[in-house]
Nanobody, 119 residues
Framework: QVQLVESGGGLVQAGGSLRLSCAAS???????????MSWYRQYPRKERELVAT????????DYADSVKGRFTISRDNAENLVYLQMHSLKPEDTAVYYC?????????WGQGTQVTVSS
């Protein structure tokens, strides 16, 4: 059973930085590098939205327009980790952030971590 465990959320002032981490384990179909890894976020009573994604073996990132230039996604395929470095945080970045793995027609989600940016 694949498990994705996020960490690193918390409370930060506007303009500050946070780094989220996601530790992945339990892959029985393929390996970590077979999965694109993404970060989504969800506002109260809203659907989850894609924040950033990074492909498996070659690590190509892509970002939502709202975070381009401020957030950086990266992965460590040797340690089964994915990160989201967030700079210049804004109050509108306040949300629950979820780690996602997609590959081989399979989807997995973490439990989420709260990020709160105070103005």
């Amino acid at each position: 059973q694949v498990q994705l465990v996020e960490s690193g959320g918390g409370l930060v002032q506007a303009g500050g930085s946070l780094r989220l981490s996601c530790a992945a384990s339990g892959f029985t179909f393929g390996t970590f590098s077979d999965y694109a890894m993404s970060w989504y976020r969800q506002y109260p009573r809203k659907e989850r939205e894609l924040v950033a994604t990074i492909t498996g073996a070659d690590g190509r990132p892509d970002y939502a327009d709202s975070v381009k230039g401020r957030f950086t996604i990266s992965r460590d395929n040797a340690e089964n980790l994915v990160y989201l470095q967030m700079h210049s945080l804004k109050p509108e970045d306040t949300a629950v952030y979820y780690c996602n793995a997609y590959g081989l027609d399979l989807w997995y989600w973490g439990q989420g971590t709260q990020v709160t940016v105070s103005s």
